[in-house]
């Protein structure tokens, strides 16, 4: 059974190589949300999101707009997101869904009207097996 | 690298018709999102199969694959069921292990296994254990496969990876190592491997 025993290898190995992101994101993984930054450090941050192209993109053409930025741990592929989009496309208040795979966002663009729960929001993003590390709504 | 003895596909073929009828929707791994269909179809050295499953959570699928044997073996349909034991959601990385069975209702004859993968947008490794028992054979059925993305596709580009396999074919107690193509856009995935001996190793799968 070297297939067995090189399986065995092979998930003591991708633990190994978790845990240095592991640590780094601790302080992430608390699984509730804030309006608030929640303290993620390193290469990510929902400022980067706001000034994306991808951000203008999504309310260019709405006097007004309410967008939930939303961090997730686990969208590294596109395939792990398809779930998400479908979720929230069953949303009737939700215009637009915008997916970062790079920086592990997704922009969820509202009807002006909607009043976006955070709740819901991370209801639906776990449903599809992956973390929300972070919410925050800006409306403008 | 000889295309000169492709394995039969009568159920490729009935999936060309069922992809024709159902509207668009496919996707990769053995459980979808909750309330999602995957429809999939595998062709080995073993058997051509068709797999249909329905998962009402996010870490549980149970659905019904039928399978046409090779080698010998006889055609089964198994009732299948796949539990998400465990997850590992990072900022850059996803790592699952999964535990999966299935029983023919008709002979009694069923198989059960563990699946694993860990991967990031760049690399992927994952492997495979099954023991099958199928007719007169009891046997192991298990892989490792590896590889990495040589571009990064953003949301519904084309993403295409390389890969290689190292795979034990339990029936005839023999190892096979053999290049690997994914490819997967939207919610379509296609994978094919090639060996001389055991011929085409081929996965595809729709999600809707």
């Given at each position: 059974m070297r297939l067995s025993l090189l399986s065995m290898l092979f998930i003591s190995a991708s633990n190994l190589a978790s845990a240095e992101n592991a640590t780094h994101e601790a302080e992430g993984d608390h699984g509730h949300m804030s309006?608030?930054?929640?303290g993620i450090t390193g290469e990510f941050s929902n400022a980067e999101v706001l000034n994306s192209e991808r951000f203008e993109r999504l309310v260019s053409g709405s006097p007004t707009y309410t967008v939930a930025v939303v961090s997730v741990n686990g969208m590294v592929c596109d395939f792990c997101a398809r779930g998400v989009e479908k979720a929230f496309a069953?949303?009737?208040?939700?215009m637009k869904i915008d997916v970062d795979l790079e920086l592990g966002s997704v922009l969820i663009a509202y009807g002006s009207e909607a009043q976006p729960s955070e709740r819901d929001i991370n209801k639906r993003i776990r449903s599809n097996g992956l973390d929300v590390v972070d919410i925050e709504i800006y409306r403008g | 690298m000889s295309c000169g003895n492709i394995p039969p596909m009568g159920i490729f073929r009935v999936l060309m018709i069922l992809s024709i009828l159902l509207p668009m929707a496919l996707f990769a791994r053995p459980i979808s999102y909750a309330g999602g269909y995957t429809l999939m179809a595998k062709s080995d050295y073993l058997k051509d199969s068709l797999y249909v499953h329905y998962s009402p959570r996010a870490n549980f699928s149970f659905g019904i694959e039928m399978l046409e044997g090779k080698r010998g073996l006889p055609d089964r349909s198994y009732l299948r069921g796949t539990w998400l034991a465990h997850r590992l959601n990072k900022r850059n990385s996803q790592q699952n292990l999964y535990l999966d069975g299935g029983i023919d209702a008709t002979s009694g004859e069923y198989f059960i296994g563990a699946m694993g993968d860990w991967e990031t947008r760049r690399y992927f490794a994952g492997f495979s254990l099954k023991k099958m028992k199928w007719d007169t054979e009891s046997f192991f059925n298990n892989y490792l496969q590896m590889g990495f993305a040589p571009y990064l596709g953003d949301y519904g580009d084309l993403h295409s990876w390389l890969m290689i396999k190292r795979k034990y074919n339990g029936l005839e107690e023999r190892y096979s190592t053999y290049p690997v193509l994914r490819f997967f856009k939207g919610n379509w995935f296609f994978e094919a491997g090639y060996e001389q001996e055991i011929d085409w190793d081929i996965h595809l799968m729709y999600r809707f």
């Open positions: 309006h608030q930054s929640m069953k949303d009737p208040d939700v | -």
